[in-house]
């Protein structure tokens, strides 16, 4: 009888987005507060691919997800007109809360932005952390 073989991890969550002038400075670089915005949209998109609708998931239970936590270290720039890849992976789910790894690369695969991110599972009448619906994300 041959042994279960582990299973691999999964592949990271993968977002493409484009640098336009609306996310740059003056010179043509990204402005250090769009990086935030790429990654939050792409935890986003993530929760999309899983099947979770935010509006809905806050319409039936007063739940949000809320950023506990950042930090990011900045290592290259990105510039007008870049194709960015930007990764979502989970380091670790908590009862309410998930911190998430990503990073932001350019498509020769330089590693411009690497970042991890805590967000909070949130009641939003009481604003106070709240748990993760049970089957939510796994």
Same mark, same amino acid.
């Given at each position: ?8 991890? *999964?592949?990271?969550? %993968?977002?493409?987005? !484009?640098?336009?002038? =609306?996310?740059?400075? /003056?010179? $043509?670089?990204?402005?250090? *507060?769009?990086?935030? %915005?790429?990654?939050? !949209?792409?935890?986003? =998109?993530?929760?999309? /691919?899983? $099947?979770?609708?935010?509006? *809905? ?82």
């Amino acid at each position: 009888m041959s042994e279960p073989s582990a299973s691999a991890p *999964a592949p990271p969550f %993968r977002w493409a987005v !484009r640098v336009y002038w =609306e996310d740059t400075d /003056a010179g $043509g670089v990204v402005y250090h *507060a769009g990086y935030v %915005r790429f990654l939050e !949209r792409a935890r986003t =998109e993530w929760m999309r /691919a899983l $099947g979770i609708d935010q509006s *809905a998931l806050r319409q039936s239970t007063g739940l949000a997800f809320m950023v506990r936590d950042m930090q990011i270290d900045f290592l290259k720039p990105a510039l007008l007109d870049d194709e960015l890849s930007v990764t979502v992976e989970v380091k670790e789910r908590r009862a309410a809360s998930i911190l998430f790894t990503q990073t932001i690369t350019n498509l020769d695969g330089s590693c411009l932005i690497r970042a991890q991110v805590r967000v909070a599972c949130v009641d939003l009448e009481r604003m106070r952390p709240a748990p993760i619906p049970a089957g939510l994300i796994t």
